[in-house]
């Protein structure tokens, strides 16, 4: 027996060559490859598969097959870097099992079925071995990648959240000294002009109070620290509220909004505050989009099950590919040559979980650029 292996050994050597342009060969018959193996440069194709065929042609010669397993392995960590998927790696593997069992064929017909190599090891168990470990290898790389990864997006996450928490309470801190300042100075009798530049300080101000409240609910949104105290609230309160508080601005731009609301109540079981605040961002966020002399529209209604918040303007629109995304945070769209700024991305996420953490959906609705847009919120009806 110990002949006929040193016999395979002495073929294989000196077939060593004819093995990979068999194995080239072979690869360019299957179409599915033929851009793969096109792309190939001679490093790629010499710096493994030499390597396992002389590892192989030395367990014939009676030394230990564990270089096997290394050198397969070293195949499945380089191919992994080269960007092989797990696929590819079997493809290419599968092959030279299949030209290397050619070639012993043409040394002894139906060697690799007949020879042990070691106990009760045969050839094929070898070819099997190098296949099973190189994918291995690159299998558990692949993994150990992705848990790595994983874990830095974890430890990326908290020091987000944590920054973003400490952030938000020490622009907090400076905001409220800056307004009772400011109602102080209002208070001292100034002239006509004095006076609206604080109200221009105080109007920027209480804009950033209402970014760094944002910033606020989305920490405490993610560590579950919202609390809602609900009661019954008429919506016209909140848009009223909400039209009073972007005035300023509708008047820079001479905005027509017109709050469609009907004469009765529109009850609600929510947190007055909360909810204010989302109503808030959305004419803040219609503001922002639409143009000068535009058109904001706000509309009350009901539906079965439901309360509905409508506000629609004529603005710069939505593209249709960023309709799915604008509730995502800190997502923002291509900016329309006519709007100054987009802010932070921010804003609708926190109106979309506020609105969640009551229960509430909410649905953007545009044509595309420049043709508007409408944001439809329903808020389930309180029970009689």
């Known amino acids: 027996m110990a002949a006929a292996t ?31 193996l096109a792309g190939l440069d001679d490093r790629e194709l010499l710096d493994h598969l030499p390597a396992l065929t002389a590892a192989l042609i030395g367990v014939l010669r009676g030394q230990e097959e564990s270089q096997i397993e290394k ?6 960590h380089q191919r992994r870097l080269d960007g092989y998927n797990v696929l590819d790696v079997l493809w290419e593997l599968t092959i030279f099992r299949r030209v290397f069992l050619a070639v012993l064929d043409e040394a002894s017909e139906a060697v690799a079925d007949w020879i042990p190599v070691h106990e009760s090891r045969t050839i094929l168990d070898l070819l099997d071995l190098c296949a099973r470990a190189s994918i291995d290898q690159h ?27 400490t952030l938000s309470h020490e622009l907090k801190n400076q905001i409220q000294p800056i307004l009772f300042g400011l109602q102080r100075l209002k208070d001292s009798d100034p002239t006509g002009q004095q ?7 105080e109007r920027q101000t209480r804009h950033q109070s209402f970014l760094v409240e944002d910033l606020l609910d989305l920490n405490r949104r993610e560590i579950g620290k919202i609390e809602l105290r609900r009661t019954l609230v008429d919506l016209r309160e909140c848009v009223r509220h909400a039209a009073e508080t972007n005035q300023a601005e509708v008047e820079l731009k001479s905005l027509d909004v017109r709050l469609e609301l009907p004469g009765e109540p529109i009850y609600a079981l929510v947190d007055r ?3 204010c605040q989302v109503v808030n961002n959305l004419m803040a966020n219609a503001v922002k989009f639409t143009p000068k002399q535009g058109t904001i529209v706000w509309r009350l209604f009901q539906e079965p099950g ?8 004529n603005g710069v629109g939505i593209k249709a590919d960023d309709l799915s995304h604008i509730f995502e945070i800190f997502f923002q769209g291509e900016m329309a040559t006519n709007v100054q700024h987009g802010g932070l991305g921010i804003g609708l996420p926190v109106v979309k979980n506020l609105l969640e ?17 409408e944001f439809l919120v329903r808020i389930p009806a309180p029970d009689r």
């Open 6 to 36: 040193t016999y395979i050994a002495d073929y294989l050597e000196q077939h060593k060559d004819e093995i990979l342009d068999r194995w080239r060969t072979a690869a360019q018959d299957e179409s599915a490859q033929a851009e793969r």
């Open 71 to 76: 050198d397969a392995r070293d195949h499945g």
């Open 139 to 165: 299998v558990k790389e692949t993994e150990q990648e992705r848990d790595a990864a994983a874990w830095r997006a974890r430890t990326l996450e908290t020091q987000r959240q944590r920054f973003l928490s």
């Open 195 to 201: 006076l609206r530049a604080l109200e221009m300080i």
């Open 273 to 275: 505050e909360r909810l």
């Open 306 to 313: 439901w309360q509905v918040m409508s506000i629609r303007d």
């Open 357 to 373: 953490l009551h229960g509430a959906t909410i649905e953007a609705h545009s044509d595309g650029e420049g043709a508007g847009a």
